[in-house]
């Protein structure tokens, strides 16, 4: 495995809440109105310094969608989920945004 290079972010951000590394711009937040098992989650159009795990298909309140789970690519801390393929239409909207989970962010 070779060395990490983290994307360092200008402007307001949301960034990892256990080591600080940079996540997301404010201005790519999409929207507040996500849940994920542990609470509140965000839908951002972008998303940075993270790893996509496995694709899989889960079954969420909006229909069944391809997702794989992201993790911040410095402590390896899950952070939420990237929407790969919404199998409804009216989901459409999210196939290739990230939704990171409230309780994992620091906002900076």
Do not use: P
């Amino acid at each position: 495995m070779g060395r990490v290079f983290v994307v360092e972010l200008e402007g307001r951000s949301y960034r990892c809440k256990f080591c600080k590394t940079h996540l997301a711009l404010a201005d790519d937040l999409v929207s507040r109105a996500f849940h994920c098992l542990r609470g509140k989650a965000y839908l951002f159009n972008n998303a940075v310094n993270l790893v996509v795990g496995a694709l899989e298909e889960r079954l969420m309140l909006s229909g069944l969608h391809t997702v794989a789970d992201i993790f911040c690519c410095c402590c390896g801390q899950i952070v939420g989920w990237k929407y790969e393929a919404a199998h409804e239409r009216s989901q459409k909207y999210k196939e290739g945004k990230y939704v990171l989970e409230r309780r994992i962010l620091y906002v900076h």
